[in-house]
């Protein structure tokens, strides 16, 4: 049965995934982000598109009115000078219309770790707004808590193109979850189109655990440099360089405490697996399909540097 469904955040990796997937089950779908040229290709695609700001709870009501479900999210701002508080401001507005909009039903894009009031970094704002849409009167919301995302991985190509290397502060030998968007879009579209319960948590955790040697290992066997390695960085050292990509003190705080705590398997390293939680989209079969694609465009004409 078609489904009027509104996609908040439609232009990020899955967001544009899983409008494409529900447009292509024949749902009526309204793609929601700020203009751009991506939003402008969605419409193309076939669907209804809204631009604007996520921080209007008028514009977000409109977006979500008439409804019969929706995909909710906070879109990340890594610039923003107090983090959390972003989070807050955007989570109230999506919470304030979808109560005025009177939406029945929506998938929420979580995190592993958001079972956690404190200690997990950026992860603590969607604690949060996981509580607020279970105190909304008429909404059956599904929480999706995905584990760290593989595409979080194409942060190293320009690492690899100036220093031969992949690194962060993460510990080289922990292995912990990691899953593909095209999986958490896959299962978002499952749900929308289907019955949502309320009050209900699904955990998206990748075929396996992986560790950051794992993923240097599949990286360099996709790209060609089967010797590529992976080197942890300080604390320190990692903090400076999320401040040197533009990421703001703030943002740098809440990886730096997040990863603290993942390194001292505190946090965000365990979750209940079993065969629903279990995505199928291998960490070589990203390398092979997503990293090394986007390697070779970002090095195309470039000179060698390692």
Known sequence: MSKKITVLGATGNIGTALT???LEQGHQVTAVARPSARLEALQAAGAAI???????????????????????MIPPNLAAPDALAHMHQIGEATATAVRAAGL?????????????????GPVVGLYHQEARLNAIEGLAVTHLRPAYFMENLLANIG?????GIVGSAMRP??????????????RAAELLAGSLENRRVEYLLGPQNYSQQDAATAIGTAIGRPELSYVQFSYDDAKQ??????????MANLYDEMTRNINEEKVMVAA????????PTTLQEFAQTVFAPAFKAATAGAPATA
């Open 159 to 163: 690492l690899i193109q100036h220093l």
């Open 272 to 279: 209940p697996r079993d065969a629903r939680s279990t995505t």
């Open 173 to 186: 030998d922990l292995r912990f979850p990691m899953v593909a968007t095209r999986d958490i879009a896959a």
């Open 50 to 72: 809204k631009a604007g700001n996520a921080h209007d709870v008028a514009f977000l009501t409109e977006a979500l009115r008439g409804a019969d479900a929706a995909f909710l």
């Open 104 to 120: 029945p039903a929506a998938v929420h894009l979580s995190s592993i770790g958001a079972d956690e009031p404190a200690g997990t």
């Open 20 to 22: 494409h997937r529900l």
């Open 241 to 250: 360089g999320m401040r040197q990509v533009g990421l703001s003190e703030s």
